[in-house]
């Protein structure tokens, strides 16, 4: 049944203090039910949903931070930089006569000229902004790395790579005013995330790798307008 290793083990406390022990073991393959031990010889079967509320680390149970919610149609733009400041680049809404574009400039895309800004392709650089005011954080790793050495473990002392986004928000005036907010990731691991801090926080969350690589090594040919890209 699975007790002598078991899945876990289930301790509440009662308002009187009495404490109560559940053993859960294996899963019966073929009714997808849990066995439950409550201490006495007798075997129980648990439902899987009920049984599967227990498969959660201390993590999952904290109040994280999280992220502001952006309204895409709102960021002012984009920059992303190397933490030592070799590379960067710079997705730019433009508003003209009442039609909005986009511009793009930094290292990354001429290192001659980082400053000159070049017209970018609107569906590309819509998409790059949607993957980034929806960056989804898989599950925070670290509560508190709050020192050089616990940032080193997940390569955010130096991070690969910093995302800023500047946008728009009302106060509680209705007033606009431009905010900003920041990204920093970290190294990749072997099963496909990478590691995260947001700007301001000392948890260290995962993220998908895949939707972060764009920030990291952007498709500068799909960015750029085609007559800009040839």
Same mark, same amino acid.
């Given at each position: 049944? *699975? ?23 294996? /899963? ?13 010889? !007798? ?19 904290i109040n994280a931070d999280k992220a ?21 680049? !710079? ?7 009442? %039609? !909005? *574009?986009?511009?793009? %400039?930094? %290292? ?46 997940? *390569? ?18 209705? @007033?606009? @005013? /431009?905010?900003?907010? /920041?990204?920093?990731?970290?190294? @990749? ?36 307008? !085609?007559?800009?890209?040839?």
């Amino acid at each position: 049944f *699975g007790f002598e290793d078991p899945l876990c083990r289930i301790c509440p406390v009662d308002s009187d203090g009495t404490e109560y022990n559940y053993i859960l073991g294996n /899963r019966n393959d073929y009714n997808g039910l849990y066995y439950l031990s409550c201490g006495d010889e !007798t075997v129980y079967m648990l439902d899987a949903a009920a049984a599967e509320l227990f498969f959660i680390g201390s993590y999952d149970l904290i109040n994280a931070d999280k992220a502001p919610d952006i309204d895409e149609d709102r960021v002012c733009s984009l920059s992303v930089q190397s933490a030592s400041g070799i590379w960067n680049y !710079t997705l730019e809404r433009t508003e003209t006569d009442g %039609s !909005t *574009g986009y511009q793009i %400039s930094g %290292s990354m895309l001429d290192p001659n000229a980082p400053e000159h800004r070049r017209p970018a392709d609107p569906d590309s650089s819509v998409a790059l902004i949607q993957d980034i005011t929806l960056l989804y954080l898989y599950s925070c790793v670290e509560y508190r790395a709050d020192d050089v050495q616990k940032l080193a473990l997940y *390569g955010l002392s130096e991070p690969a790579a910093q995302a800023t986004i500047v946008y728009e928000q009302e106060d509680e005036n209705g @007033q606009a @005013q /431009r905010l900003s907010f /920041r990204y920093d990731f970290g190294s @990749q691991t072997e099963d496909g995330y990478i590691y995260v801090r947001m700007e301001g926080s000392d948890m260290i969350f995962l993220a998908y790798y895949n939707e972060a690589a764009q920030f990291l090594s952007p498709d500068f040919a799909a960015l750029l307008k !085609t007559e800009d890209a040839e």
